[in-house]
């Protein structure tokens, strides 16, 4: 990708036309958000005096998109001084540069058992009138999982449309992919007219990250599905009776901030209940992430935003869209798998894991060699294009070690200079973390303990072979789930005090629908067309989230979107069911934490009878910003709230949100000679359930039996449904730990409802 934005960069500025590149690129994208309420009254229309201000810095440029419901204002391309002379004007709150997002990229119905929980959800009716909207790559709607068949008329409130282009019809809608739209003036602004014969400038998916997470948030029953034969069975979405609306804003440069924009802006007028993002970016404040700001209007508009957490792991603090108001998901396993085994010369063999289906090799073992002894570039052994030689590969088995490049591209890399096979080896960056490709030749994908074994053998054996053996499918994989190793973890770097990710849900392996326009691993060269993929991400375990909150707005509509994430948090678990045992981190191999899965693992039959919800308004969140100490500014940037001070006689604190988890930092008491001070959370819970008793338990895991926790009142009785009571838990540390973090869980039980929130301690 890069190297294609090189070449266009190159070509274009040795056109005959380079003073206009000279001149064109001191400017750039700016989302100039406005106080609407400040209009002057000489104008009668908030469009005349957006144009008005923009003609006062710059008589060039034009407006890219105009923004009236989840912000107010415009985007536009300026250059830095013409920004900061708008930023000055009258009635401008911020002029924020354009960022650019990243895309995050059936048996788990089953897996979270939603097979057997249809009673619990509302499967026509109201759960046909709730729309999920999925930003992303576009839509290939000609796939079965967009059957409409006995699907009803499309929701009267809906306003949305399907967007004719070159390629794609109005008739490419039916009553259950209702919406189809595209978002490309920024991204077109900034890296030049889209290139109709490589990408559509249509809602049309070429990519096929779009089709999968549409396909796995509200798909359609689609029948012997499969990749290859791999994970064949019934492919449904988590929210088959849910409709489904697309907002193409990801385009093969990626996804820029104002498109992203102008998209959750229409997706709210159009009608959508859902939001689901599989992208983001780096963090940064709320007032300058374009994603928070929508989704905070989105909001209080009633709309439901769930994000992918990223794909950062196991780094630490590398946790994005970490906004209060998003659902912000990790990912994890489930329990099917693809092993496909390596046979060495002398006899030993590892598993690991592939979906490579094509001619495959001999039976009796081929020549192994390493592939930073097949190469004289010094990352030789990445296999990255151009540094094998064919000499030394051709008719061989190649070991390519993980990292840099697309793991299906270093298989092609060896198929192109002549190599038989590959084994893909991970290093300690990855530790056990494997996952399954649909490979152009045979190979196979081992974790770190394996590929060190295989390493090894390949440095001591004069004449080393090996073969790959393949295992298809495999059901019933222990233990499941695990974090996975690409989990973006915590803590929260924005706000520490808000842990996040706040869950995890399936994002390994995942099967879901797929473009026409590319082949399963996304190559060029990868002339193979398939109906459905098998992807891995924090992308993929998003769209399952979105979609059981679906499941959740068709049940409980009265539920506001705080209401529905607390009750998918507070019933997620966090030990394997049947068992003591925490959830693992395939990273380490070790108990994973809060810090990695949040709350835990998604369990949508528990998360539809939660018990008790911990709810929150517009206004909580507002208090949240005064408590960040954001000026007005900050705040009518994020929540359009213009003039809008925080109450100085009013004590704010980020502990007050009623947030369904616990994160805790100790700071040091002054002159308490290493002592650290209490910190107390007031929550306030509502009863969804019937009349009853809460009991309180708290178990803690800190070195030292460094942290003491109590909770007042130790119980709550509800004598009816919506009824709110309040409680206090207060945190100390009497001494120092050991260790920089540690953890905890409260739960509020009623002998049928276990109402649970993770709590996460830091010393700083």
Not at 554 to 577: E, K, N
């Amino acid at each position: 990708m890069a190297s294609a934005a090189l070449l266009l960069l190159l070509l274009y500025s040795s056109s005959p036309f380079c003073h206009v590149a000279a001149a064109e690129e001191k400017r750039r994208t700016y989302i100039v958000h406005m106080a609407k309420s400040r209009m002057p009254a000489t104008f009668t229309d908030h469009g005349h005096w957006y144009h008005a201000s923009l003609r006062s810095v710059s008589d060039s440029a034009e407006i890219l998109y105009s923004y009236d419901t989840v912000s107010h204002g415009f985007s536009t391309r300026l250059t830095p001084a013409e920004a900061a002379t708008l930023e000055s004007r009258e009635g401008v709150l911020s002029v924020l540069p354009e960022v650019r997002y990243e895309l995050h990229t059936t048996r788990t119905p089953m897996f979270l058992g939603l097979d057997e929980s249809h009673g619990l959800f509302p499967q026509a009716d109201t759960g046909s009138d709730v729309v999920v909207g999925l930003l992303d790559t576009g839509v290939w709607p000609e796939r079965k999982s967009f059957d409409d068949t006995e699907f009803g008329p499309v929701p009267a409130g809906w306003k949305g449309a399907c967007e004719e282009a070159k390629d794609f019809k109005a008739t490419s809608c039916n009553r259950k992919l209702i919406g189809a739209r595209f978002f490309s003036k920024s991204y077109e602004a900034t890296v030049g007219p889209i290139n109709g014969t490589t990408e559509s400038r249509s809602p049309r998916d070429d990519e096929g990250h779009g089709t999968h997470t549409a396909t796995t948030a509200a798909g359609s029953a689609v029948t012997d599905a499969s990749l290859f034969g791999f994970a064949n069975g019934t492919a449904r979405g988590m929210a088959t009776r849910a409709r489904v609306a697309a907002y193409k804003v990801c385009w093969a440069a990626g996804c820029f901030s104002s498109d992203i924009l102008a998209a959750m802006d229409r997706a709210v007028d159009d009608g959508c209940h859902v939001l689901s993002l599989s992208l983001g970016g780096e963090m940064t404040e709320y007032y300058e992430d374009s994603i928070a700001i929508g989704a905070f209007n989105a909001m209080e508009k009633g709309l439901l935003i769930s994000c992918s957490a990223g794909n950062g792991g196991p780094i630490a603090s590398s946790v994005t869209n970490v906004a209060p108001w998003i659902i912000t998901v990790g990912a994890g396993t489930i329990d099917r798998d693809f092993p496909a085994y390596v046979v060495l010369g002398n006899g030993k063999n590892y598993t690991g894991v592939s979906l490579y289906s094509g001619k495959l090799l001999p039976k009796s073992p081929l020549p192994f060699v390493y592939a930073g002894n097949a190469s004289n570039a010094t990352d030789g052994n990445l296999c990255i294009p151009g540094t094998l030689i064919p000499e030394k590969v051709a008719g061989k088995i190649v070991l390519c070690d993980r990292g840099i490049n697309w793991r299906v591209q270093k298989g092609y890399v060896v198929r192109e200079a002549g190599g038989a096979g590959m084994v893909l080896a991970n290093a300690d960056t990855y530790g056990e973390e494997v996952v399954a490709d649909a490979h152009l030749l045979p190979a196979t994908a081992v974790g770190q303990k394996a590929g060190d074994a295989i390493r090894a053998y390949l440095r001591s054996n004069k004449n080393p072979k090996a073969t790959i053996v393949f295992g298809g499918t495999k059901i019933g994989v222990r233990p499941s789930p695990v974090v996975a190793a690409f989990s973006s973890r915590g803590p929260n770097l924005v706000t520490s005090e808000i842990l996040k990710p706040d869950l995890i849900a399936p994002g390994v392996n995942i099967l879901a629908g797929w473009t026409g326009a590319a082949g399963p691993t996304g190559l060029s060269g990868d002339s193979r067309r398939v109906v459905f993929n098998i992807i891995s991400g924090t992308s993929m375990s998003c769209p399952h989230v979105s979609g059981i909150a679906a499941l959740l707005k068709a049940a409980h509509p009265d539920w506001s979107p705080a209401a529905v994430r607390s009750a998918l948090m507070t019933t997620a678990y966090s030990a394997y069911p049947g068992g003591d045992s925490g959830l693992f981190d395939v990273a380490t191999g070790k108990a994973a934490t809060p810090f990695d899965y949040g709350a835990g693992h998604v369990d949508p039959p528990r998360a539809v009878d939660p018990g008790l919800i911990y709810d929150l308004t517009t206004e909580d969140y507002i208090d949240f910003l005064c408590a960040l100490k954001y000026t007005s500014r900050h705040i009518a940037t994020v929540a359009k709230r213009t003039n809008y001070t925080c109450d100085g006689t009013k004590t704010y604190a980020v502990s007050g949100l009623n947030y369904p988890s616990f994160a805790v930092v100790f700071q040091r008491a002054s002159g308490a000679g290493g002592r650290v001070a209490t910190v107390k959370h007031t929550r306030t819970v509502t009863n969804v359930g019937d009349p009853g008793t809460y009991k309180s338990t708290v178990t803690t895991a800190v070195a030292g039996g460094a942290v003491k926790v109590v909770v007042e009142p130790a119980e709550l009785s509800f004598t009816k449904k919506g009824e709110r009571r309040s409680y206090t838990v207060s945190l100390s540390s009497p001494s120092l730990p050991s260790v920089s973090s540690g953890f905890g869980r409260l739960e509020w039980s009623d002998g049928k409802h276990v109402v649970a929130s993770p709590i996460a301690f830091s010393w700083t």
